[in-house]
T-cell receptor, first 113, second 111 residues
Framework: GQQVMQIPQYQHVQEGEDFTTYCNSS?????IQWYKQRPGGHPVFLIQLVKSGEVKKQKRLTFQFGEAKKNSSLHITATQTTDVGTYFC?????????????WGLGTSLAVNP | DSGVTQTPKHLITATGQRVTLRCSPR?????VYWYQQSLDQGLQFLIQ???????AKGNILERFSAQQFPDLHSELNLSSLELGDSALYFCASSTRDTEAFFGQGTRLTVV
């Protein structure tokens, strides 16, 4: 079945260091979504990548979608304490009228001030 | 505010009992998803409904069931509750190809 693996599970960084989380799918994705969940909160949508090789930036966050549409990454430059939370990827698989979201287990980011 | 409403916010119940969690999706969203998130765990997809019909099933136990009503609100029924069912249950809604909007969640504690 379709699976989305996300690594690492946890990452602890000093404020100002960079951070990257990776998602890998067992099969080709239609698109991929990224979400952030703050401690005690609910997941909030960050971005959706659709095209092969797509790169999108949101301030210090850079999102990439692989050429084969099977992997993706989220990179945060110069982390801040406000970046703390769990980052989830969700692979979107379209099969006819069925649209499935398969979630990675998330990467929990802790930032030391 | 995501526009997705979940009730109740907190629920404490005893083992063996049955509870119903309710979700009102964003206006116009036809898809509703239910997720379970245990402490320090990721999001476990339970089930998806689209316009009243079951669309996809995840790791949903047989003791759990869900439905989506004609007005598009959804309910998740959890029965014969066990201690291990204690978790945060999220509902999310979306239109066909856009992002999912999550509710604030229902925190279920089984004692």
């Amino acid at each position: 079945g379709q699976q989305v693996m996300q690594i690492p599970q946890y990452q602890h960084v000093q404020e100002g260091e960079d951070f990257t989380t990776y998602c890998n799918s067992s099969t080709t994705l239609s698109n991929i979504q990224w979400y952030k969940q703050r401690p005690g909160g609910h997941p909030v949508f960050l971005i959706q990548l659709v095209k092969s090789g797509e790169v999108k930036k949101q301030k210090r966050l850079t999102f990439q979608f692989g050429e084969a549409k099977k992997n993706s990454s989220l990179h945060i430059t110069a982390t801040q304490t406000t970046d703390v939370g769990t980052y989830f990827c969700a692979g979107v698989f379209n099969a006819g009228n069925n649209r499935k979201l398969i979630w990675g287990l998330g990467t929990s980011l802790a930032v030391n001030p | 505010d995501s526009g997705v409403t979940q009730t109740p916010k907190h629920l404490i119940t005893a083992t063996g009992q049955r509870v119903t969690l309710r979700c009102s999706p964003r206006s116009g969203d036809l898809s509703v998803y239910w997720y379970q998130q245990s402490l320090d765990q990721g999001l476990q997809f339970l089930i998806q409904y689209y316009n009243g019909e079951e669309r996809a099933k995840g790791n949903i136990l047989e003791r759990f069931s869900a439905q989506q009503f004609p007005d598009l609100h959804s309910e998740l029924n959890l029965s014969s509750l066990e201690l291990g069912d204690s978790a945060l249950y999220f509902c999310a809604s979306s239109t066909r190809d856009t992002e999912a909007f999550f509710g604030q969640g229902t925190r279920l504690t089984v004692v």
